[in-house]
Each structure stands twice: as C-alpha cells, then as structure tokens.
C-alpha cells in the first residue's frame, strides 16, 4: 500500500521537530502527517511519502500513541498505522522488533516510566496541573514526542505544560512570576493580565506547527428556528420554580438547564427533525441532555429506518443501511471519530463549548469524504437562553450561564 502525502502534509513534516504541536483543522490528516514523521525519524525515506516505494525503518522506536478512548476502541489508528507496515499486533506488524501500544488518555499514568521511545499525543488533553499533565510532563522528559491539536489553546494559561515539557520553564511557578498578574479583588486565583506576552508568542510560533490544509468541502450552516412556550418560559424566571422536578431552583446553572428543558421540549422542534430527515435519509444528530434523546429516540422517523446512538449509556457503531439516525451526545462523541456516509448533521441543541461544536461539524468534514457540500442545521429558539447562548459561539466564545444570569 503506498503512501500518499499531500503538499501541505509534505511541508507540515519539513518544520516539525519533537515537541511541536501539530495544529490542523479537524478532518486535515494530523494522525498521518505524524506517524509520517515518527517513520522519518526512525530513519524512512522522503520519498516513500510521496508515492514512491516504501523504504523500511532501522530500529524503529517503540510506538506509543496516547488518544481518546473511542479512537482506540474504533481502530482509527490502527487503520492509519496500515500503510507503514506497522501493528500493535506482533504477529502482522513487518517490525518485529517494535513494540506499538494504542491507549487512551485515561491511561497515560500507566507509561509514565517508558524512556526511549516514541510518544504520540492525540487530541489536546494536557491542560491544567492534575494527573494527566504529571504523567505527560515525565514522559515528556525521556522520550521523542508530538502532539496534535485541531485546537491548541484560548489562554497562554492552556500552553503552561507544554512550554515546560520543552524545557522554556522549569515549572509553573515559574512561568507565573514571569508572565502573570493575578487580580486583588478574586476569592480565588484569577488571572488579571499576562505580561511579557512577545516571549509567549516567539515560544508559541517556535512549537506551533499550523498545517495549510485547504478544504474541498463547502460547509452550509442553516439556523432552524422553532417555538417555545413564552408563558411557562417567563413564569419560570419569574418565580424560580422547577415544573419538571416541582421545587425551587437555587443558582444560576439550574434556572439555565430548566428554560432550556422548556425550550428543548417544544414539539416544534421534534417537527423540524424530521423536516430536515425527510431531505437528508441519513443523518447525524447531536444532543446535550437525557431527556433529549429520549424525545429524539421516539420520534417516528419512518419504516426501515434504523437508529443508533453514542453516548455514557451505549457505544454502538455508525449504521449501515440506506436511512438512519445516529444520535450522537455531544460529550461523549464530539470528537475521536469520523463519518463519511452521511452529508448531514443536526444539532439538535447548541452546546456551551465552541471547541465542542467545531469538533462535532467536523465528524462529516473529512478529507476523504465523497460529499463537496456538506450540510449542518442548528435548532434553536428565538428564547433569551438560546439566543445568549448562540451569541457567545458566534463570537467564539463560551457561554457561562453565570455571567449570563448576573448580566440580565
């Protein structure tokens, strides 16, 4: 099987080095342009990338490749691993004598003692001070390693344990008195402002590999408006009491669940479903809440029809046949897989996280689709929750319901 680069790809390798970050859009090709490095360190040949014949490594490093859960138990990677003769079963891999392990981020305390070897970091995890970032930071200190990101980081706070792993600060207390002012007047630490920012961006441009990736598809994001019960939505701000669990709501995330339930649960929006399903026969349909998918898994969709879902309850596969659904919660699956059967996806409701919303667009968005045009519908209201909520994702921001609720 030959392996064929793209030019973008091709340039992407000629400025990595170990401990960049791989920046590309969802859907760009990271995982091979990576492993197309990893087999070039380990002595490939250029050419081999470009379609020519496949040269084998010498002594390749040990493999391991630290992704999301569903990536690992879907086989993605083992896919991609494929036309670089390489396994992690020793019985098919060509290297007999290179180990490959694919595990999930849950997992990555387990090789916080592997040294000389090969780590690739999939999907941006190694955020905060907890666990995750320790493990990373001692794998980090006696290995080679990449790390791939369709979205790097919002705050200079986001690139901490990243700068330290190569070295540019010793640790975080460090980077602290350099960088941050704290303010005066929080509870808690906040930052106030960063400080001797030129560093930050000469350290950010000196790891920070963007790929030039030119998309062939052309995304279509139509906003659906449906109904709502501006009666119960107003008696519920008004008297802070919960219809659904009759009690009072206490704080400001439980008045914003329950306008949304209230929202969500309008039959106008059921009605728009299956409007857009009637055009599109297959669809992906993302979600937030429980009560979301049991609407969406009752809904009379036709015959023949089959459903599936992926979320904290069931893991079943993409389905087959020439009409379906797949309900899709957006925790749970808005990233580590990919879908090229299908041209549509439904957003059933919007989810605070603007990362979350580009990671879910881009399960259809990929580079070996079929489809040039590729359809997305938001459903929303024209309600003080959603449209507050649409205003934040539009300026690529996070909805924060607090924020939201003392600024009313």
């Given at each position: 099987?030959?392996?064929?680069?793209?030019?973008?790809?091709?340039?992407?390798?000629?400025?990595?080095?170990?401990?960049?970050?791989?920046?590309?859009?969802?859907?760009?090709?990271?995982?091979?342009?990576?492993?197309?490095?990893?087999y070039?360190?380990?002595?490939?040949?250029?050419?081999?990338?470009?379609?020519?014949?496949?040269?084998?490594?010498?002594?390749?490093?040990?493999?391991?490749?630290?992704?999301?859960?569903?990536?690992?138990?879907?086989?993605?990677?083992?896919?991609?691993?494929?036309?670089?003769?390489?396994?992690?079963?020793?019985?098919?891999?060509?290297?007999?004598?290179?180990?490959v392990?694919?595990?999930?981020?849950?997992?990555?305390?387990k090789?916080?003692?592997?040294?000389?070897?090969?780590?690739?970091?999939?999907?941006?995890?190694?955020i905060?001070?907890?666990?995750?970032?320790?493990?990373?930071?001692?794998?980090?200190?006696?290995?080679?390693?990449?790390?791939?990101?369709?979205?790097?980081?919002?705050?200079?706070q986001?690139?901490?344990?990243?700068?330290?792993?190569?070295?540019?600060?010793?640790?975080?207390?460090?980077?602290?008195?350099?960088?941050?002012?704290?303010?005066?007047?929080?509870?808690?630490?906040?930052?106030?402002?960063?400080?001797?920012?030129?560093r930050?961006?000469?350290?950010?441009?000196?790891?920070?590999?963007?790929?030039?990736?030119?998309?062939?598809?052309?995304?279509?994001?139509?906003?659906?408006?449906?109904?709502?019960?501006?009666?119960?939505?107003?008696?519920?701000?008004?008297?802070?009491?919960?219809?659904?669990?009759?009690?009072?709501?206490?704080?400001?995330?439980?008045?914003?669940?329950?306008?949304?339930?209230?929202?969500?649960?309008?039959?106008?929006?059921?009605?728009?479903?299956?409007?857009?399903?009637?055009?599109?026969p297959?669809?992906?349909?993302?979600?937030?809440?429980?009560?979301?998918?049991?609407?969406?898994?009752?809904?009379?969709?036709?015959?023949?029809?089959?459903?599936?879902?992926?979320?904290?309850?069931?893991?079943?596969?993409?389905?087959?046949?020439?009409?379906?659904?797949?309900?899709?919660?957006?925790t749970?699956g808005?990233?580590?897989?990919?879908?090229?059967?299908?041209?549509?996806?439904?957003?059933?409701?919007?989810?605070?996280?603007?990362?979350?919303?580009?990671?879910?667009?881009?399960?259809?968005?990929?580079?070996?689709?079929?489809?040039?045009?590729?359809?997305?519908?938001?459903?929303?209201?024209?309600?003080?929750?959603?449209?507050?909520?649409?205003?934040?994702?539009?300026?690529?921001?996070?909805?924060n319901?607090?924020?939201?609720?003392?600024?009313?």
């Amino acid at each position: 099987m030959a392996i064929k680069l793209f030019n973008y790809q091709l340039a992407a390798l000629e400025k990595m080095s170990t401990g960049c970050i791989l920046c590309g859009g969802v859907g760009s090709g990271k995982s091979l342009t990576s492993l197309a490095y990893y087999y070039l360190q380990n002595g490939g040949d250029i050419k081999s990338l470009s379609g020519g014949k496949y040269v084998n490594m010498k002594k390749p490093k040990d493999l391991y490749i630290i992704t999301t859960a569903r990536k690992r138990d879907t086989l993605e990677w083992d896919g991609e691993l494929i036309p670089f003769l390489m396994s992690k079963h020793s019985d098919v891999t060509f290297y007999k004598n290179q180990k490959v392990v694919i595990d999930s981020w849950n997992n990555i305390v387990k090789y916080a003692q592997v040294k000389d070897s090969f780590f690739i970091f999939d999907e941006q995890r190694v955020i905060g001070s907890g666990s995750w970032v320790k493990a990373f930071l001692k794998i980090a200190r006696n290995n080679d390693w990449v790390l791939l990101s369709a979205t790097p980081g919002d705050t200079w706070q986001d690139y901490i344990p990243v700068f330290i792993a190569n070295g540019f600060y010793k640790n975080r207390t460090e980077f602290d008195k350099q960088h941050i002012i704290y303010s005066r007047f929080s509870k808690f630490p906040k930052v106030d402002r960063y400080i001797n920012t030129g560093r930050l961006v000469r350290l950010r441009n000196k790891i920070l590999i963007n790929m030039d990736f030119q998309r062939q598809t052309i995304s279509h994001h139509e906003d659906v408006y449906t109904d709502y019960d501006t009666v119960k939505y107003k008696e519920i701000g008004k008297s802070r009491w919960d219809p659904y669990k009759k009690e009072p709501i206490t704080n400001a995330g439980g008045l914003c669940y329950v306008w949304r339930k209230a929202v969500n649960l309008d039959t106008s929006r059921e009605l728009a479903v299956l409007e857009i399903f009637r055009k599109h026969p297959r669809v992906i349909i993302f979600y937030n809440f429980d009560y979301e998918l049991e609407v969406l898994r009752n809904l009379n969709y036709g015959p023949d029809v089959e459903i599936a879902e992926w979320n904290g309850h069931k893991h079943q596969p993409l389905p087959e046949g020439r009409s379906w659904v797949y309900l899709v919660q957006y925790t749970a699956g808005c990233e580590g897989w990919n879908c090229i059967k299908t041209d549509t996806i439904i957003f059933y409701s919007q989810n605070y996280s603007y990362k979350v919303m580009i990671q879910a667009a881009g399960r259809i968005d990929r580079l070996n689709t079929p489809y040039t045009d590729l359809w997305y519908y938001h459903i929303k209201s024209h309600s003080g929750i959603d449209q507050a909520i649409n205003k934040a994702l539009k300026s690529k921001k996070n909805f924060n319901e607090t924020k939201y609720i003392n600024g009313r």
